[in-house]
Nanobody, 121 residues
Framework: QVQLVESGGGLVQPGGSLRLSCVASGRILHILSMGWYRQTPGQQREVVATITSDGTTNYADSVQGRFTISSISRDNTGTKTTVNLQMDNLKPEDTAVYYC??????????WGRGTQVTVSS
């Protein structure tokens, strides 16, 4: 069974930085992409950044130039996969629960449980 666990969230002042990490545990034969999404109360989950297995990245306009998604890293056994999200120059509107995703099929995803990011002075 595949599990995704996010870490690195917290409270930060505007202009500050956070680094989110996502570790996917379990044997995954094929990864199309991994990504980070976020959601605020009453709103739909929105994409923040994604990266394909060949390294192609995509960012939401609102985070372009401030957030950087790492490449997908797999250990030698293929049972641990990691992706990170470096978030710089954070703004109050970045406050949300951030979710990690792993896409293994056209419409097939694994999701983490999320980590809270709060940007406030």
């Amino acid at each position: 069974q595949v599990q995704l666990v996010e870490s690195g969230g917290g409270l930060v002042q505007p202009g500050g930085s956070l680094r989110l990490s996502c570790v996917a545990s379990g044997r995954i034969l094929h990864i199309l992409s991994m990504g980070w999404y976020r959601q605020t109360p009453g709103q739909q989950r929105e994409v923040v950044a994604t990266i394909t297995s060949d390294g192609t990245t995509n960012y939401a306009d609102s985070v372009q130039g401030r957030f950087t998604i790492s490449s997908i890293s797999r250990d030698n056994t293929g049972t641990k996969t990691t992706v990170n999200l470096q978030m710089d120059n954070l703004k109050p509107e970045d406050t949300a629960v951030y979710y990690c995703s792993l896409r293994y099929g056209l419409r097939s995803f694994y999701w983490g449980r999320g980590t809270q990011v709060t940007v406030s002075s």
